[in-house]
């Protein structure tokens, strides 16, 4: 009849409208699929070009003054290592540089977050190199290096083509390690690692197991260094122009062929040097629990502890710990050097995380943390939106209490005076990294220092006169000077040599300082008679102690804290400070500024002149093949689904185009959209042609088999939306589109068929309409490797179409999706889910949901309605960390308990639904099923096995578990 044909028009036309709500989201960038929070361009990039003998420079205008000194450590780089190489790369090498670390987050050529601790990276798609530039000059050039050295190995390795460097398999530890050994980067304490695992016994074999993480890098980099010495700089190349014609990314096979020695002689020989070379180290000096009494935790809950700051009192000292999983302030007893509070317990919607130096960012100088002068109040910075704020917690409370925002950005080394008000810190400001100071009250941000030279790790004397720091001077020394407050133009030096000193703390009457140095190649604790210059060495070992703290100690000596590495984490250890392992040399002070004498600068090996004739505007329109890539699942009832695609972008990546190829079962579908993230806000426009189907269940008395039963929908049509982040946790989407439809769609009614059985009346429709999306979205969720572990996910939806014919609305859509997750215990947590939708309007489009980890024990989509919803309840827990077998490992095996319940029904067409029986104590138009599963990770892929019963809450309504198999992410 007429309303039933008119009702499956609307459904057709509908379907459209909310497969293309869908569609959006599919092809969003992952900062704006349909969870994630939002990576933000928190300020307009005008980006302009510089060209040099050998590169392209990218950047803007408030950097514009660094263009000059960034060219000339780029062409020394190129000019040192196309001669180590023996090697030209023929084409200009694009460079795009960023003021700040935090700029550098920006960039969307990942599209992913970037931590703290990535300090640059370069991408064979192009050539690129991108980092940030505020670094001291000798470090910047290091890092150009490294980077230029993966770009030199794209060249050699794969000849510019991305497909073959994609797929050539190149192992971590030769890629990074080959890049720090030519940049010769590697710090004191990233060798504290490499010594850390020798004198451990924990050297991997790289060629037979290989390695990744950090210790690639620096494995890695001792592999060449062995290289270098038993084969010479001769043995290097040819290693590498062998890998180059090895199939596979097989270093194994160019070892041989390259040194004619078996993998396992070289693992073993390798393994003999780096013993040979660090060993006896351990017997000249000592682990750190020589040299200290080590603090303690009886729970087991602290897996690493540094950065430790005492109180006035010398009672507590506050340290940044890892606690089962997390990091947070917590509070020692220093007399019995166990952990009495935890000061940042728990989920915080208030910051991402703390910085800390070797856990979230990169290792630099000074501590973290600092304890107020009353003894209440602990500061730290802390990731939050768009940089670091200045965080204060109450130590009473146990609360965070002030949180302050400023303009400085890389903030470091917060250290409170002695009268409380201010807190000095190390930070960058228009591209200088100095000292600062912030007023608490009127939260006022003052120099300290102001000037091109690196300064960092500020800490004030005990009278709060003058403020003692670390400035890094010539190649990358680090020397100890003072500024007094009281005349900032002018600073004393109070240390000098070809090493680093940092750290620095007073005692508790003033008259010592306390610091870290690596004057022998080891970062280890030293302290200072400021009057004589006299230095006594506190500790001797040969993994690294630093950033020492001074316990005051009424009436006795005074006490050091200390964090000490040892077996791949950092304790806490306590030394008395007039017990020295050692004197060290005598040097008084000198009386007289240094200001009249220019510090030492680094120097490059090639100046660069600036010729405005070589600037230009970045323009940005010309996109080239970024990725590619393709992809299939499986959902519960074997459905298949494939995913192919295809990404154009631009230098920086923000314009982008997508196309996509997917499948479901035997519908294909075709979407194609353009992508203009250079802004806070968002674009994108798109078109599409794609086929989907629903199942049509829950007919009564029907004989159909489920082929029988998918019904097609196809739609064709095109979509322009927009993104607005308000924060990294909430955003809101809105788009508008017009849609061609054909579908084959149930009218409604259900029919007798030629046997007399009910069966659902089907009619294809043909329509046309036009329609708008919104969404509100919310994430504070936070991850592990294994995901989702605590925070919260939330989206609502809303899609409304046009009725051209009657006017109004034709069909309206709601969405409310919630998700919540509550760590248990450091390795398993809950899961909770709640979805509930709603159609209305003039005309009604159902929807659908079942399978997959939506309601378990029902077939895939089969669940229809205009009234929707589901809930799950899930307990997850590791079974299995690594599944070992001769040809594949299986790692984050993973387990897991569920209770899943649901409804779906008509409300248009007058279907009662009753969630519960009271009578028999069970649900009556419900549907809930509970049972258990498995997560096998695969080379990335979650591989997950269900085994699910239907139960009514009183009766189990099968007579043993399903088992579902399906591939795909867990909610």
């Known amino acids: 009849d007429r309303s039933a044909a008119r009702t499956g028009r609307a459904f057709a036309r509908l379907a459209g409208a909310a497969l293309a709500a869908l569609l959006f989201l599919a092809l969003a960038p992952a900062a704006e699929a349909q969870f994630g929070k939002n990576k933000i361009q928190y300020r307009d990039f005008d980006w302009k070009l510089y060209s040099s003998p050998h590169f392209t420079f990218f950047y803007y205008e408030s950097e514009a003054d660094q263009l000059e000194k960034v060219a000339s450590l780029a062409e020394s780089a190129y000019d040192r290592l196309t001669r180590e190489f023996d090697h030209q790369i023929q084409d200009p090498i694009p460079m795009i540089f960023y003021l700040t670390h935090s700029a550098f987050e920006q960039n969307n050529i990942i599209l992913n977050f970037i931590p703290e601790g990535v300090g640059a990276f370069a991408t064979p798609v192009r050539n690129r190199m991108v980092l940030p530039i505020d670094l001291p000059d000798g470090e910047l050039f290091a890092l150009i290096l490294h980077e230029l050295t993966h770009i030199f190995q794209y060249d050699i390795l794969y000849a510019g083509k991305v497909g073959r460097g994609v797929g050539g398999g190149a192992p971590q530890w030769f890629m990074e390690g080959m890049a720090s050994y030519m940049a010769k980067d590697e710090s004191t304490s990233d060798k504290m690692y490499l010594r850390d695992a020798v004198v451990n016994d924990s050297i991997p074999s790289i060629l037979q197991r290989g390695t990744s993480g950090f210790l690639a890098y620096r494995f890695g980099h001792a592999a060449f260094d062995f290289i270098e010495e038993r084969w010479g700089k001769e043995g290097f190349r040819d290693f590498l122009f062998e890998f180059r014609n090895t199939f596979g990314g097989r270093a194994d096979r160019a070892v041989e062929r390259s040194f004619r020695i078996d993998p396992e002689d070289f693992d073993l020989d390798f393994r003999r040097w780096l013993r040979k070379k660090y060993l006896p180290q351990l017997v000249e000096t000592g682990e750190p629990s020589d040299f200290g009494r080590p603090f303690r935790d009886d729970k087991g809950e602290i897996q690493q502890v540094l950065s430790p700051a005492a109180s006035p009192s010398g009672d507590l000292v506050a340290a940044l710990a890892v606690t089962r999983g997390d990091l947070d302030i917590v509070l020692y007893d220093t007399r019995t050097r166990r952990p009495i509070a935890n000061l940042t317990k728990g989920y915080t919607g208030e910051y991402e995380y703390l910085g800390a130096q070797f856990l979230t960012i990169g290792a630099r100088m000074g501590r973290d943390i600092s304890f107020s002068a009353d003894g209440n109040y602990v500061a730290a910075f802390a990731k939050r939106e768009r940089g670091r704020s200045l965080m204060i917690f109450d130590v009473l409370e146990r609360k965070l209490v002030k949180t302050i925002e400023m303009e400085v950005e890389q903030q470091m080394n917060p250290a409170f005076s002695p009268d ?213 699942g499986v959902t519960d009832d074997q459905t298949l689904l494939g995913y192919t695609y295809l990404s154009l972008s631009d230098y920086l990546g923000d314009r982008r185009l997508v196309i996509n190829f997917s499948s479901v079962s035997s519908f294909s579908n075709f979407d194609v959209a353009y992508f203009d993230l250079s802004h806070r806000w968002t674009w994108s426009v798109q078109a599409f042609d794609r086929r989907d189907f629903y199942v049509l269940g829950g007919i009564s008395g029907s004989p159909l088999d489920r082929e029988e039963r998918q019904q097609a929908i196809q739609q064709t049509g095109a979509q322009g939306s927009f993104i607005y982040p308000f924060s990294l946790y909430h955003r809101v989407s809105a788009g508008a589109g017009y849609i061609f439809q054909k579908a084959d769609l149930f009218t409604g009614q259900v029919v007798p068929d030629e046997n007399g059985n009910p069966v659902p009346e089907i009619q294809n429709f043909e329509d046309e309409y036009p329609y708008v999306t919104a969404a509100l ?142 009578e028999d104590g069970r649900l009556q138009d419900a549907v809930s099923s509970y049972g258990f599963g498995v997560t096998i990770n695969l080379m990335g892929i979650d591989l997950n096995w269900d085994f699910a019963q239907l139960w009514d809450f009183k009766d189990s309504l099968d007579d043993s578990f399903g088992t579902q198999f399906w591939i795909g992410t867990r909610f």
Not at 438 to 457: F, I, K, S
Request: net charge negative; proline share 4%.
């Open 777 to 918: 979205v919310g994430d504070s969720a936070v991850f592990t490797q294994h995901g989702p572990v605590s925070g919260r996910r939330w989206r609502l939806d809303a899609v409304y179409a046009f009725d051209q014919d009657a006017g109004g609305a034709l069909y309206t859509q709601y969405e409310l999706e919630m998700r919540q997750y509550l760590a248990v215990s450091q390795r398993s947590n809950l899961a909770l889910r709640l979805y509930t939708g709603y159609a209305g309007g003039n005309e009604v489009l159902p929807l659908y949901f079942g399978g997959l980890d939506d309601l378990r024990g029902v077939d895939f989509r089969s669940m229809v309605g205009d009234r929707v919803f589901y809930t799950n309840i899930e307990y997850r827990f590791p079974l299995i960390d690594v599944l070992a077998t001769p040809l594949v490992s299986f790692r984050g095996v993973r387990g897991r308990v569920f209770l899943d319940v649901g409804g779906a029904w008509f409300d248009v067409y007058g279907q009662d639904f009753d969630f519960w029986n009271s």
């Open 420 to 632: 409380g008000r201010t807190v000095a810190f190390s930070g960058n400001r228009a591209g200088r990294f100095d000292i600062y100071t912030v007023d608490l009250e009127t939260r006022e941000v003052t120099n300290v220092t102001d000037d091109e030279t690196y300064d960092g790790a500020p800490v004030f004397s005990p009278d709060g006169a003058s403020i003692v720091f670390t400035s890094v001077i010539g190649e990358n020394d680090g020397h100890l000077f003072r500024v007094d407050l009281a005349n900032r133009s002018q600073r004393y030096r109070l240390t000098e040599g070809n090493w680093t000193d940092k750290d620095a703390i007073y005692s508790s009457n003033g008259t010592w300082l306390v610091f870290t140095s690596d004057r022998t190649g080891i970062d280890n604790i030293y302290a200072m008679e400021l009057a004589t210059g006299r230095t006594l060495q506190l500790t001797n070992a040969v993994t690294g102690c630093l950033m020492p703290t001074v316990l005051k100690r009424q009436g006795e000596i005074d006490q050091v804290v200390y964090a000490g590495f040892w077996r791949g984490g950092f304790d806490l250890y306590l030394v008395d400070i007039d017990k020295p392992v050692a004197d060290a040399t005598i040097a008084i002070p000198p009386a007289e500024p240094t200001v009249a004498q220019p510090l030492e600068q680094f120097e490059p090996d090639i100046r660069v002149t600036l010729d405005e004739a070589n600037r230009s505007q970045y323009r940005g329109f010309k996109l080239f093949v970024e990725d590619a890539g393709a992809s299939v």
